[in-house]
């Protein structure tokens, strides 16, 4: 262990606190996967490995640590350091606008802008949520917007769909936590592949989209994720070709596709001149979450201008 002593002299949280902090600062580890500083993430890590909520920081701040506690902390500071493993798979939680979810070096830690948009229930493009009869998340990862589309649309059924079977397992862990197993349900499926004879009101997908200069720079911690959920062709674009490609022959009549795409706006407005996407407002702007009816999927449907083969 990097801290032997360190664990025998530091005694309460407010010590442990204020020593993973300075660790953190001095260690040039990446913030972005629930955090972007380092004292949220040691808030986070410390409170969180103790089994306290962290909203009480200020009633714990001066509590005695045990023995026992003192070396698991000084472990988990290791591993965040030396490996740069994400504090959400040293801990296995995540959080998204207030849910938490369970999440392992299985599947990618959550985080989305689409997860902010279903707080308000994708308003004022749905009028009335209780409407929503089924919805479906292409790329589910840990099924975590499938959780927030079951939570935003109470009347829905949900399928929540990854190529990776222990993605669908994740996914299962966090349906069963919340208690949705008899909403949602987890299709291992290549995108649309083994979604015959399905039709859905709504289809959202955060899918990969970093594009290959960006996959060959990418921070450590991103690397201890699984690349498959990352990583989608040299534009980035890959998996949303087939989405804008197949999308509509899933939706019902006026049914809505939301799907994210990062920082690749511009690149899909290049291969997609004719299309009429609308952008979606979030907090950091509106560049990065698209929608489309399917009357336009199927009005201004076309390859793209430059296509890229699928990954």
């Known amino acids: 262990m990097m801290y032997p002593r360190i664990a025998e002299e530091l005694l309460t949280i407010r010590d442990w606190l204020r020593f993973t902090v300075s660790r ?5 580890i990446f913030f972005g996967h629930g955090t972007d500083n380092a004292y949220d993430e040691a808030v986070w890590l410390v409170m969180s490995a103790l089994h306290l909520p962290l909203d009480t920081l200020d009633n714990f701040i ?13 472990h988990l500071v290791e591993r965040r350091i030396t490996e740069h493993t994400p504090t959400a798979y040293l801990l296995r939680e ?8 369970y999440v392992d070096e299985r599947v990618i830690v959550p985080r989305s802008f689409i997860a902010e948009l279903l707080e308000n229930g994708l308003a004022p493009w749905v009028d009335y949520p209780e409407m929503i009869e089924s919805a479906a998340d292409i790329c589910t990862g840990s099924g ?5 589309l079951a939570h935003a649309f109470p009347n829905a059924r949900v399928d929540v769909i990854d190529i990776s079977p222990d993605a669908i397992a994740v996914a299962n862990i966090n349906i069963a936590n919340y208690a949705l197993g008899d909403r949602v349900t987890a299709i291992r499926s290549d995108m649309f592949s083994a979604l015959a004879g399905r039709r859905y009101d709504l289809i959202i997908s955060n899918p990969p989209y970093v594009d290959a200069p960006s996959m060959a720079q990418l921070p450590r911690e991103y690397r201890n994720e699984p690349q498959i959920a990352l990583g989608s062709g040299d534009a980035g674009l890959d998996h949303t070709h087939v989405i ?9 009549d006026d049914g809505l596709l939301v799907v994210e795409i990062g920082h690749n706006r511009d690149a899909l407005l290049d291969a997609y001149p004719q299309m ?4 979606l407002e979030v907090e950091s702007g509106d560049e990065f979450v698209f929608l489309l009816t399917k009357e336009q999927l199927e009005k201004f449907s076309q390859p793209p201008v430059q296509a890229s083969g699928r990954g």
């Open 244 to 252: 804008l490609r197949e999308a509509a022959n899933y939706l019902n």
């Open 62 to 74: 001066d509590a005695r640590i045990t023995e026992p506690e003192r070396k698991h902390l000084a």
């Open 24 to 28: 953190f600062e001095d260690s040039g």
């Open 144 to 148: 975590c917007l499938g959780v927030l």
């Open 94 to 101: 995540a959080w998204l606008r207030g849910f938490k979810f």
């Open 276 to 279: 009429p996407f609308t952008w």
